[in-house]
């Protein structure tokens, strides 16, 4: 059967996470040790182990205090803390994030740089692996454990004229091709928005909860929803576009096609030109927020009634998909009144009040990393046939058939 | 590892997956042709048929067409055409619907039922349990292969005081449990109308889609979402309650505690009476939409109203969870003008007009049934885990520990 190399190399997958897990877990271990803890054969263990140290994803040290006695000095396995095994990169328009995470799943290094507006991609591509190159060498870590890198990107990122969602807009697979040539590790590529979800999900706001809403609220509106634990991208790669739900279907025509979009209301400029209609002129974001917390009270207002129409689409979202938590990030989230205290109240009194629910309105808590780090946790979340998925070229291994297994390596 | 016999039984339940799926397309095959295709050891495969065989799940007959020889006449495994392996249960208020699949998963006896609205669970039980009977004795059906039952309820069916989603209501749970005592199979619970979304993604209107909403507009108005190929049930089992999108926040209050739900709004009995305001007097569904067709201006008017609002409803959907098939069930979505025609209109003007996306708008296939197959899919799509977490009862088996597998059996 065709499932069976499939089988194995998952087989293997999951011995090694196990192995990676419980020295994330213990710290330094013997091999006798380990291999007592995990359960496998020293056959298994050891050759794993000598994988994983060719691959410098751990590193070989002498046991410390240990009594003195005949022989070799024991040694122990740990996990290189300076081996980079996966890296993080969003691109925005104007700026660039990349985070690096070695096998213990922490943060080994961060960069944040401007790149100018008008860059393509051929430059961007530059900036991000100069960059790395420069953490690394500052930083002095290891890419030989390098397991893939993860790319959020802003808008659509999957190609419109392919129903694969592994075939990406030329842009996304330009940047993912020459990432890939240059690391020699795949590239996973998804949406900004929906990144900082995964992201806030796995270590942020809604750590722990398997479902959950994120509203992206600055001089855009996006999104992304968890369910199930698992990123919803939807069948066009465009889930999540919670600033494009009509609020007025007789509203102002919306750059989406649509009109009376939640974007076009409650957009940081937006508020910005209705607060001067009301006669006080706000400078920026930082501004607006400032004169809130003074009590402004037109200004307060122009928030109190963009809360509410986000918390109404929030409260919809609610009733369809039950998330746990509900997390608001940008500018506004800062405000807990009157921004989080509107939407609360929106969702607890339009979805489904006697239901036997509990849903969490709260800040987003990742900040600006928010959606580099979800790029690492997407790959930590994508293994297998979901990693293949993602990855923007053609799968390489073993197409499903009947063909018996001896016959199968003929192409 | 504690993971180890698990997934040691995954394996063979895996295996035995691959030899039912063989003798679901090829029809009949003996022991050795079937060996040769799915590539399994003798020993293995033989073990596998003769607990089939057993199981009554698979039967064994003697080869047509084969040339006369010496020894005994060669004989062929084929699948059981009258060996129930699931059974799929819809109780409405004051109906039940049965379905009996076999091995095959063929349809191979229905069933449905009045029941007394006011009948209490034992009742209700008593009635599953009569008619299935029946059904069995009738069509000549072998119980010996079942392997889980599926149940859809109406409400919610998770218990409200617990965050464990196999923790069910007390309604649910009595019946579960009393169904399982008698069949000695699993019952796994969910939703009605969420199931019923399962069943068209499974065979019906959806079918061969990842992501797909699903509308029942009728007495009631409830749905259901699939998101990459999965039931979305929520963090509370309340997912998939479309009905309950607030259209209108000063609206009239809902039975749901919220305010201007579309249900309120679009619900058979609300058209009803909208019609009469506008003074004409409609009985019923039918007659409703035997004027519509006969183009009664007024009450098509009334319909076009409430399409236009589902469809407002469904294209906020759509930009959020970006399926490729939107289907709508219940007595209006069989009037292609104006129900389903406004719906699209809406979800084509409304939804990320300038994406890259293909969406359907059409109409469910499956009819009354739905459902009670949608019991029967949810036991197909689960698996493992999925399985156990749907199940309302603990898990039997191996808890995660780190507890070496010789002394994991103590308790």
Redesign the interface.
């Known amino acids: 059967?065709s499932?069976?190399p499939d089988?194995l190399q998952r087989?293997r997958g999951?011995h090694e996470a196990?192995v990676l897990g419980?020295l994330r877990r213990s710290g330094a271990l013997s091999r006798s040790e380990l291999m007592?803890?995990?359960?496998?054969s020293r056959t298994t263990l050891f050759a794993i182990v000598s994988d994983l140290l060719q691959r410098e994803a751990v590193v070989e040290q002498t046991a410390a205090a240990q009594q003195r006695g005949r022989g070799r000095p024991p040694t122990e396995i740990t996990l290189n803390p300076r081996g980079a095994e996966l890296i993080g990169i969003e691109l925005q328009r104007n700026r660039t994030h990349i985070v690096v995470v070695n096998s213990a799943h922490e943060i080994v290094g961060r960069h944040r740089a401007p790149v100018p507006g008008e860059a393509g991609p051929a430059e961007r591509v530059d900036a991000i692996t100069g960059a790395v190159g420069e953490l690394l060498r500052e930083r002095r870590i290891a890419l030989a454990p390098l397991q893939g890198i993860g790319l959020g990107l802003p808008g659509?990122v999957?190609?419109?004229?392919s129903a694969d969602p592994r075939s990406m807009t030329p842009f996304a697979a330009r940047i993912a091709a020459a990432l890939e040539r240059h690391f020699h590790a795949p590239v996973v590529v998804d949406n900004n928005a929906r990144l900082a979800a995964l992201a806030e999900v796995t270590w942020g706001a809604a750590r722990g909860?398997?479902?959950a809403v994120y509203l992206r609220w600055s001089d855009g509106v996006g999104g992304g929803?968890v369910?199930?634990g698992?990123l919803?991208?939807?069948?066009?790669?465009?889930?999540?576009?919670?600033g494009?739900?009509?609020c007025d279907?007789g509203g102002p025509p919306c750059?989406?096609?649509?009109?009376g979009c939640l974007e076009a209301e409650i957009r940081l400029p937006a508020l910005l030109t209705r607060c001067a209609e009301r006669g006080v002129r706000v400078r920026d974001a930082d501004e607006l927020l400032s004169l809130a917390e003074s009590g402004e009270e037109t200004v307060r207002t122009v928030l109190r009634e963009a809360a509410a129409l986000a918390g109404?689409?929030l409260?919809?979202?609610a009733?369809?998909?039950?998330?746990?938590c509900i997390m608001i990030d940008g500018e506004p989230a800062a405000l807990e009144d009157p921004v989080l205290t509107t939407i609360r109240e929106?969702v607890r009194?339009?979805?489904?009040?006697?239901?036997?629910?509990?849903?969490t309105v709260c800040r987003a808590a990742l900040g600006a990393d928010a959606a580099a780090r979800g790029a690492v946790a997407l790959l930590l979340h994508s293994h297998g046939q979901d990693l293949e998925r993602l990855m923007p070229r053609p799968a390489p291994g073993f197409a499903a058939s009947?063909v018996?297994?001896a016959e199968g390596g003929r192409r």
Do not use: K, W, Y
């Open positions: 059967m499932e069976r089988a087989l999951a196990v419980e007592r803890r995990v359960g496998l659509f999957q190609d419109p004229a909860h398997d479902n929803l369910t199930d698992r919803v991208r939807g069948a066009h790669g465009t889930a999540g576009e919670i494009h739900t009509s279907p750059h989406c096609g649509g009109r109404r689409v409260a919809a979202l009733a369809h998909t039950d998330p746990e929106q009194t339009l979805s489904l009040p006697t239901a036997p629910r509990d849903i009947a018996p297994a």
